[in-house]
């Protein structure tokens, strides 16, 4: 979901901030955060199942989760060395040029205003996904094609009212929005039947349904309206500390296509003759170097977090009570388009 109305004030206030802020100063965070001995993690305030969720003990789980966890694992070879800072939509932009945060890893979608007007750089797409709908299954559709009248609860202020409209438009259909201010109103007005159909990013669906009185009572329907990219974020120019982002979480995507986990990481790198492989856990060459890393960082990421394919599913995949499929989030090789560039 991507907020529209305040994008200009949000991205002067940003910058403003970012000037006077000298801690916050591109390619000074690596230093920083090796400096103070943990990370600082923007998350989502409002608990997201699948992607950010803390229970009553303080731990948080999730898929946005776990790449904070990665690049603690990378920098300091513990993955328990980060800090969460739960943010609402409007004060996440904020808070990472400000320097409150060191990246922001919080269902964002990467854009073009934000690439620019925003100052912020995405070092890669943790989650492809798209806007969708759900709806009652009492209404017996089965494809938002038949929601000709049907009422819709919707945050207003976001692309996501614009996608919504763009879509019944061009559809030649009619529907009535139902517009709240935040997404939690939204939820609560769709659960007490105040419209027909929910619409946002299609993984906040799932968030939703398995949070609902009678989850089986809901249908997400088939159609994908926009392309939403989710990512981590840094600081425009801050390159040093992106490449470290960004390579933390293809370690874990490069594990899976090689079959490597938590439980055979060690195997693998005492056995596994593979060159490739050598060069990836470190047993040979010197890739951590060139980051600023252990040569082991990969390693440490696999042990204590996982590969990609774990980490998806036990948070919103089969294992977990969200179940997506991992749709066009399946590794290259089975038709998706996680795609890890070369180590070497």
Not at 106 to 111: A, E, G, L, Q
Not at 123 to 136: C, E, R, T
Not at 245 to 267: G, H, P, T
Request: glycine share 10%; charged share 20%.
């Amino acid at each position: 979901m991507r907020i529209v109305s305040a994008l200009l004030t949000g991205a002067a206030a940003a910058l403003a901030i970012a000037l006077h802020a000298p801690d916050a100063r591109a390619g000074q965070t690596f230093n920083n955060v090796k400096q103070k001995g943990f990370v600082q993690c923007g998350v989502n305030a409002s608990g997201l199942p699948g992607f950010a969720s803390v229970d009553a003990q303080n731990n948080w789980t999730g898929l946005d989760i776990d790449l904070c966890r990665a690049v603690a694992a990378a920098v300091f070879g513990d993955a328990n060395k980060v800090k969460f800072t739960p943010l609402n939509a409007k004060e996440r932009f904020t808070a990472l040029q400000s320097g409150e945060i060191d990246v922001l890893s919080r269902n964002t979608t990467w854009s073009l205003s934000r690439d620019s007007a925003l100052g912020l750089d995405f070092p890669v797409v943790n989650y492809y996904d798209g806007q969708g709908f759900m709806a009652k299954k009492s209404l017996g559709v089965k494809s938002a094609t038949e929601l000709d009248g049907a009422s819709v609860c919707v945050q207003t202020g976001t692309t996501t009212e614009l996608n919504l409209a763009d879509f019944f438009r061009s559809h030649n259909l009619k529907y009535n929005a139902v517009v709240y201010e935040n997404n939690d109103e939204v939820n609560q007005a769709y659960e007490a039947g105040r419209c027909d159909v929910l619409t946002t990013d299609q993984s906040g669906l799932y968030s939703t349904r398995v949070k609902l009185a009678n989850p089986d009572d809901h249908v997400i329907l088939p159609e994908i309206i926009s392309k939403e990219p989710l990512g981590p974020s840094v600081r425009h120019g801050d390159n040093e500390w992106g490449d470290v982002v960004r390579w933390s979480f293809y370690a874990m995507l490069q594990a899976e296509e090689y079959n490597i986990n938590s439980k055979n990481v060690d195997q693998q790198k005492s056995e596994n003759k593979n060159p490739d492989v050598q060069r990836f856990l470190g047993a040979t060459d010197e890739l951590g170097k060139g980051l600023g890393l252990p040569n082991d960082f990969a390693v440490q990421i696999i042990k204590q977090v996982g590969n990609y394919g774990d980490s998806f599913e036990r948070n919103v995949g089969q294992g977990s009570p969200l179940k997506i499929k991992r749709g066009l989030n399946a590794e290259w090789k089975d038709g998706g388009l996680m795609y890890s560039p070369p180590f070497r």
